[in-house]
C-alpha cells in the first residue's frame, strides 16, 4: 500500500467515538498506509466496536496510564499485535481527563488537580517511555494539546495540565532526539466529542472560535486534526521535534 505512512506501524490511543481526533487519525493513518494498533480504557467493548469502523479493524489493548502494570506490559502486548521484532514507528497521544472539581480553579482540591496534571501531561511521559523497547529505529511521538498559552473560560486546571503538557513535550524532545525519535503537539480547535460533554461552559469557550478563526472553524470535524496529527507521524517532518502545531482556524494568532 502506497501513502506518507506506508510500511509505518502505529499505537494510537483516545479512540471513544468516530467524533473523536484520535479515530479520524487512526483512519487516515491507515489510509496513508499504516498498520494501527488501538488502545482503550475503561469501555474496551465500545473501543473494539468503534474499532470495527476503520478501513480496517484494529486490535485494541486495554491500557491505563495511571497502571503501571498496564504500562510495563504494553510493549509485550503491542509486539504480540504486530508480530515479534516489527517495531513500533508512532505514537499518538490523546489522552486527557479533569475531575469535576478541576474546573473550578480556586476551589480546586490538590486530588483533583493532580489526578487532571498525571492523566494528561505525565503519562505522555510514560506512555512513549513504556513504547520505547519498540522505537528502535527512531519514530514520531504525537500528542494532542488544547493551547495553553491563554487562560481560557472554563478550563481552569485542565489548561494548567495542558501547559505541562506542552512542557513535557518539550523535555521528551530534547532527552529522546539522540534516538531519533520526534516528539510534537498539535494543537487543535474545540470539537464536539465526548470528551467536550464533560467540560462545564464548552459551548461558551468554544464559541470564541464562531467569531475569530480566520479560516472558519467547524466544530463538528475532526478530520483537520487528525490530518495533522499523521504528517507529524510521517517523515515529511524529519527534523521537527519539540514543536506545536496548530490546526485551530488561525485563532491562536489573533491576539487577545
Not at 27 to 33: D, P, S, T, V
Not at 38 to 52: E, N, Y
Not at 86 to 98: P, W
Request: some cysteine; hydrophobic content about 45%; proline content about 4%.
Amino acid at each position: 500500500m502506497s501513502g506518507i505512512l506506508a510500511g509505518k506501524r502505529i499505537l494510537v490511543t483516545g479512540v471513544l467515538t468516530e467524533g473523536s481526533i484520535a479515530f479520524h487519525a487512526a483512519k487516515i493513518a491507515q489510509e496513508e498506509g499504516a498498520e494501527v494498533v488501538l488502545t482503550g480504557f475503561g469501555r474496551l467493548t465500545l473501543v473494539q466496536r468503534i474499532a470495527k469502523r476503520l478501513p480496517k479493524e484494529a486490535p485494541v489493548i486495554e491500557l491505563d496510564v495511571t497502571n503501571q502494570e498496564h504500562l510495563d506490559s504494553l510493549a509485550e502486548k503491542i509486539g504480540e499485535h504486530l508480530g515479534e521484532g516489527a517495531g513500533l514507528d508512532g505514537i499518538v497521544h490523546s489522552i486527557a481527563f479533569g475531575p469535576q472539581g478541576a474546573f473550578n480553579f480556586l476551589e480546586a482540591s490538590w486530588e483533583d488537580v493532580g489526578t487532571a496534571v498525571q492523566v494528561s501531561a505525565y503519562s505522555l511521559k510514560s506512555l512513549t517511555t513504556a513504547c520505547l523497547p519498540l522505537m528502535t529505529r527512531g519514530g514520531s511521538v504525537v500528542g494532542l494539546t488544547f493551547d495553553a498559552q491563554i487562560a481560557w473560560p472554563k478550563y481552569d486546571w485542565m489548561g494548567v495540565a495542558k501547559a505541562a503538557l506542552e512542557s513535557t513535550n518539550r523535555y521528551l524532545a530534547r532527552d529522546l532526539g539522540g534516538r531519533n525519535v520526534r516528539c510534537n503537539l498539535v494543537s487543535a480547535g474545540p470539537i464536539k466529542s465526548m470528551a467536550a460533554k464533560s467540560i462545564p461552559g464548552f459551548e461558551e469557550l468554544a464559541d470564541v472560535w464562531n467569531h475569530r478563526a480566520p479560516i472558519g472553524w467547524d466544530l463538528t470535524d475532526p478530520d483537520p486534526a487528525g490530518r495533522g496529527v499523521v504528517g507529524l507521524l510521517s517523515d515529511f517532518f524529519p527534523k521537527t521535534t519539540g514543536e506545536i502545531v496548530h490546526v485551530d482556524g488561525g485563532v491562536h494568532m489573533m491576539g487577545a
